[in-house]
Nanobody, 122 residues
């Protein structure tokens, strides 16, 4: 059983930075950060593959950085140069097995945290 608990988030002006953290328990196959804005489809913004390869959505590449500390069982998302369009609920998510899809595909994320709100004002 995988459990995920996010922290961080909040409100910031455009151009600012925020850091999200996720406490991970259990043994997930792969982990990622997802987001969903009102009226929009959920999007995977960054993730670690099963071989610890980092992948980013084009919309955040060069601005966001995903990291993990296996000793502390945490998964972080550093968000820089934030834009109003980054406003969304952000979720830490995990797969418990291979699903034959890139981590950037929103499929097979069986576990998800409660979410943390990020609001970027212009």
């Amino acid at each position: 059983q995988v459990q995920l608990v996010e922290s961080g988030g909040g409100s910031v002006q455009a151009g600012g930075s925020l850091r999200l953290s996720c406490a991970v328990s259990g043994n997930p196959y792969s982990v990622a950060w997802l987001r969903q804005a009102p009226g929009k489809e959920r999007e995977v913004v960054a993730g670690f593959s099963s071989t610890d390869y980092k992948l980013y959505a084009d919309s955040v590449k060069g601005r966001f950085a995903i990291s993990r500390d296996k000793a502390k069982n945490t998964l972080d998302l550093e968000m820089n140069m934030l834009k109003p369009e980054d406003t969304a609920m952000y979720y830490c998510a995990a797969r418990d097995t291979s699903v034959g899809r890139s981590v950037l595909v929103d499929f097979g994320y069986k576990y998800r945290g409660q979410g943390t709100q990020v609001t970027v004002s212009s």
